[in-house]
């Protein structure tokens, strides 16, 4: 895998111009394809892969591709859905109907729709904006197929990050200037029309859908359903605990999900739509669990630099972060692989070694390392600049990321 050249992981080609919707950190999707393509080739014995933080499942969607069975869980319920249309994709007998349809649909509702209402909604949308979202709703829940309608909520999830009040250069929610807000376009309804109409065709697939098992919920519960020595192969990469300043998976994702209809997503616990914090709260160190909290004495070399206000929350992330390492390595069947993709984020200017941890973590629980790439990380994925640290300025965010491979013994 390193002989393909210095710089070849970064995949510095590809250009993902049709993506069905932008995820924060989300993986370049054939940069993961290769990655599984190499491992199936120096083990063709794999027929099940796990991702226990799927996010927009780019790596499932790789592994269903290839024909393995496929399980993935995030606590997003957002993340789940969208993994759920890659996987599934939608029919092929109905879909082009279904957008005809659709069409009919928006044109019957112009103009004749009661107004889509939440709290605060005139905050993160202007009036006309609402009215015309309320149409496309409106149609997408006249749609009786379901695996089509959750296509066409993706794609209207997309429409309303793109035409709500908020800045699109951070992943938090942050109103826009008066001005801006006051002078966007409204094209909102073209532009989901447009979507659907020219990315349906890489949806249509014949899927099997037993080999697909996704979970809505933390992986720290929902591992512990997973048996012993179960999974041929896992690979993800991981939050990075910066969940509540930085990569807001939960805040990105919070109004689309309020606007869409909960009876086509995935049961979850519906109180992470009360607050804008909340799913970014009940992620990886996004909380603070006193009972369960125990100091990693092998870590603390690690976080000493650290100021103790961000140190404890990088110890939390951490505490959680050990647990799910256990589990992974527990589930993973003997002689098989777990790849991560992680990167050391900055915390108070100092590097906050990832991929040491992961080291010793895998040494703890008896997997040792095969292979170790690097990547630098392309585009927008994560904002460049993430934070200002008094005396010190701002703070840039990671260039280059780890994928590291390590085997059960
Ligand atoms: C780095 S992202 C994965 C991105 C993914 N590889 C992609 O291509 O879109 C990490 C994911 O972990 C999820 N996550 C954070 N804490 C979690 C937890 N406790 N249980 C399950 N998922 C969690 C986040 O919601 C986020 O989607």
């Not at 107004?115 to 149409?135: G, V, Y």
Request: charged share 30%.
């Amino acid at each position: 895998m390193n002989s393909y050249g210095k710089d070849y992981w970064d995949f510095t080609e590809y250009r993902d111009k049709k993506a069905l919707i932008k995820y924060p950190a989300m993986m370049v999707a054939p940069m993961q394809e290769q990655l599984l393509l190499d491992i199936l080739e120096f083990d063709p014995d794999i027929k099940n892969i796990l991702d226990p933080f799927a996010g927009s499942g780019t790596v499932l969607a790789a592994g269903n591709n290839l024909n393995l069975n496929t399980y993935g869980i995030d606590i997003n319920p957002l993340a789940i859905l969208i993994s759920r249309v890659k996987l599934e994709g939608v029919p092929e007998e109905n879909i082009r109907e279904s957008i005809a349809q659709l069409k009919t649909y928006i044109t019957l509702f112009l103009g004749n729709t009661d107004l889509f209402e939440f709290t605060n909604i005139r905050k993160w949308f202007r009036e006309d904006i609402i009215a015309d979202l309320s149409i496309l709703r409106k149609a997408i829940i006249c749609e009786k197929n379901k695996q089509i309608r959750r296509f066409f909520w993706v794609c209207f999830a997309d429409t309303i990050r793109k035409y709500s009040n908020t800045r699109s250069t951070t992943f938090k929610l942050h109103v826009k200037e008066k001005e801006k807000i006051e002078t966007m376009d409204n094209d909102c309804i073209q532009y989901f029309v447009n979507k659907v109409s020219t990315l349906y065709i890489d949806y249509i697939k014949e899927t099997d859908k037993t080999n697909i098992n996704l979970f809505t919920g933390n992986s720290l519960e929902i591992l512990k359903n997973f048996s012993d020595n179960s999974i041929d192969l896992i690979c993800t990469s991981p939050p990075y605990g910066d969940n509540h300043t930085t990569v807001t998976y939960g805040q990105y994702s919070i109004l689309p999900l309020l606007w869409i209809d909960l009876n086509d997503l995935d049961e979850f616990d519906v109180t992470m739509l009360e607050k804008f914090t909340a799913i970014d709260r009940m992620s990886l160190g996004g909380h603070y669990n006193l009972e369960q909290f125990e100091v990693e004495i092998v870590y603390n070399d690690l976080i000493k630099e650290i100021s103790e206000k961000k140190a404890k929350k990088v110890v939390y992330f951490i505490n959680d972060y050990c647990k799910v390492f256990e589990e992974l390595a527990r589930i993973l069947k003997k002689g098989k692989r777990l790849v991560l993709t992680l990167g050391n984020r900055r915390v108070d200017n100092h590097e906050f070694p990832f991929d040491i941890l992961n080291d010793r973590l895998a040494n703890r629980y008896g997997l040792i390392e095969e292979a170790k790439l690097t990547r630098n990380i392309q585009g927008k994925r994560m904002p460049v600049k993430v934070s200002n640290i008094p005396n010190l300025g701002s703070v840039k965010s990671m260039s280059k990321e780890y994928i590291k491979i390590y085997r059960k013994n």
